[in-house]
């Protein structure tokens, strides 16, 4: 390996790819766009090759580029779980970094960190709740373990293993004193206020091809939210609203009657949730234990559905 590529410029390269622009990499890595633009031109210096090209869309990578997109990752991703083993080898307790999406934030996660918690006490849990895109590239890059959630569009699983622990629909949710609640049909929805999944969410082209497919455009009057406290505040506030959602974030809800689900026909929306890790990577002994945790916790959660 050329001695003059360092850590910085694979992972500003890392960045840029996953993000797709300069600004949004920099922002990732707290970094100006000058510096990871530098970083970049430096990176290629040393390879003698394009790795990337600009346009007015964005980034794009190059063959070359996508090609060494992956040996860069996976090397990121090594270095940064090797200094983390050896930096908790023999400390009081061990990191483990879990990335959560909505959809499993608040219905099967808290079970399975129970039982972790019983089992492991002396590892150290550092949950973050956040949208696909950003959890997995974390992921990709070393900064999580793991990932638990819904599976994502294909080319956000590039160089990822998913092991699958249920299938989810998507619901559509209001409050129980809405006007919304007798509603049949998704064309009626456009009378009201929609929270509705925004890009980067794994449940969004699910919907988008639902509403497609049945030739339904899309709502005029809506919000797009991934924040499950943002769009139980707002349902629960405003009758005229009305929430597009993963089961399993508002499954409390639905059971305790603070949130009604719309008899409407969402049947092409179902999903699989599981567990997202690098693939070829090994599994510390507290990655098997906490997987193994969700696994049961998953086992009871799709018993009580």
Request: charged share 25%; aromatic share 6%; net charge positive.
């Given at each position: ?13 890392s960045a840029i790819a996953r993000a797709g622009s300069f600004k949004k990499a920099a922002a990732e890595l707290n970094l100006s766009q000058p510096a990871i633009s530098k970083a970049l031109k430096e ?8 790795l990337m090209e600009r346009d007015r869309s964005g980034v794009k990578l190059t063959q070359k580029g996508e090609v060494f997109l992956q040996f860069a990752e996976q090397s990121t991703a090594a270095l ?34 129970s039982v972790f918690a019983k089992e492991d006490p002396d590892t150290l849990l550092e949950i973050d709740e956040g949208p696909h895109s950003d959890l997995t590239s974390r992921l990709r890059s070393g ?163």
């Open positions: 390996m050329d001695r003059r590529i360092k850590f910085r410029h694979l992972d500003a390269f990176l290629e210096d040393i390879l003698g090759t394009v940064r779980h090797g200094l983390r083993s050896v930096r908790t080898s023999g400390a009081a307790n061990e990191h483990l970094g879990i990335g959560v999406l909505p959809s499993a934030a608040s219905s099967l996660l808290p079970d399975a960190v900064r999580l373990d793991l990932v638990v959630g819904r599976l994502g569009r294909p080319q956000s699983m590039h160089g990822l293993t998913f092991r699958q622990l249920y299938s989810e629909e998507v619901v559509v949710v209001a409050a129980p004193s809405s006007s919304a609640a007798s509603l049949h049909r998704f064309e009626d929805l456009d009378r009201y206020r929609v929270l509705y999944p925004p890009p980067d969410s794994a449940i969004r082209p699910l919907v988008a091809r639902m509403l497609i497919a049945r030739g339904v455009p899309l709502f005029r009057n809506r919000i797009e939210t991934a924040s499950a406290a943002v769009g139980r505040a707002l349902t629960l506030a405003d009758p005229d609203t009305v929430w597009v959602i993963s089961r399993g974030v508002v499954l409390h809800d639905l059971l305790d009657g603070r949130l009604v689900r719309l008899e409407i026909d969402t049947g092409p929306t179902y999903g699989a949730v599981g567990i997202m890790s690098v693939a070829d990577d090994v599994p510390t002994p507290a990655i098997r234990a906490f997987s193994n945790a969700l696994i049961r916790a998953a086992k009871r959660y799709d018993a009580d559905r």
